[in-house]
């Protein structure tokens, strides 16, 4: 059984185009994350949820819009995609809040975003 | 402000020999830290943490780590390093007030 999966797994569309990215952890998790790694390979947070409360929110353009339907889904919007908008995208889950947690984060496959 | 350094892009080492993964850190107040491993179009897995305690943190697949204070260093290490190792290493920190901080993340290439 996949523990945190996502959905699609690649994705290619046109600059302007609203896209969205699902995300879902079967590990009971309390706290789910969108980490978003650029072309060089760095990862960096960009949304936390912790029990559908948004808990983390970095400097993230707001066309980005995340959603957690409930505690087992957080899904990614985008609006207006643009060029640099092209990288992988990691959901994770971790049972408790991360910051300053000491519970392990859990990553998903990744999104694999490319825009044209 | 809290931060991850691995001062190395690239590590070398032939199958059979000992590596090193370096990491350091910079914190204030207790750090976790934690070693992820990333295979080519794959996701992170996690390797292992470290919260309190022993040193020595022993994780998945036959790695460990020392963590280090008066350094604050927390290296990978392997004592014999298999081909299929080869892949994408991160140390990360979890610091109150965000996420797990990651470092640039360091490609380790084993050769046989």
């Known amino acids: 059984d996949t523990a945190v999966s996502q959905t699609p797994k690649y994705l290619v569309t046109q600059m302007g185009n609203d896209k969205s990215i699902k995300c879902e952890q079967n590990?009971?998790?309390?706290?789910m994350y969108w980490y978003k790694q650029d072309s060089k390979k760095f990862l960096k947070i960009m949304f936390s949820?912790?029990?559908?409360?948004?808990?983390i929110n970095e400097t993230v353009p707001n066309r980005f819009s995340p959603k957690s339907p409930d505690k087992a889904h957080l899904n990614l919007h985008i609006n207006s995609l643009e060029l640099g908008d092209s990288a992988v995208y990691f959901c994770?889950?971790?049972?408790?809040f991360g910051g300053g947690s000491t519970d392990t984060q859990y990553f998903g496959p990744g999104t694999r975003l490319t825009v044209l | 402000a809290q931060s991850v350094a691995q001062p190395e892009d690239q590590v070398n080492v032939a199958e059979g020999n000992p590596l090193t993964v370096k990491c350091t850190y910079s914190?204030?107040?207790?750090?976790?830290l934690f070693w992820y491993v990333q295979y080519p179009n794959r996701g992170l897995q996690f390797l292992l943490k470290?919260?309190?305690?022993?040193?020595l943190v022993k994780g998945s697949y036959g790695f460990e780590a020392e963590f280090n204070k008066s350094q604050t260093s927390f290296h990978l290490k392997k004592p014999s390093a298999l081909v299929s190792d080869s892949a994408l290493y991160f140390c990360?920190?979890?610091?109150?007030?965000?996420?797990?901080?990651f470092g640039k993340g360091t490609t380790l290439s084993v050769s046989s």
């Open positions: 994770a889950s971790s049972q408790d």
């Open positions: 590990l009971g998790h309390d706290t």
């Open positions: 949820y912790n029990n559908k409360e948004l808990i």
């Open positions: 914190v204030s107040g207790n750090p976790y």
């Open positions: 470290y919260i309190t305690g022993d040193n």
């Open positions: 990360a920190l979890n610091q109150a007030g965000t996420a797990l901080i």
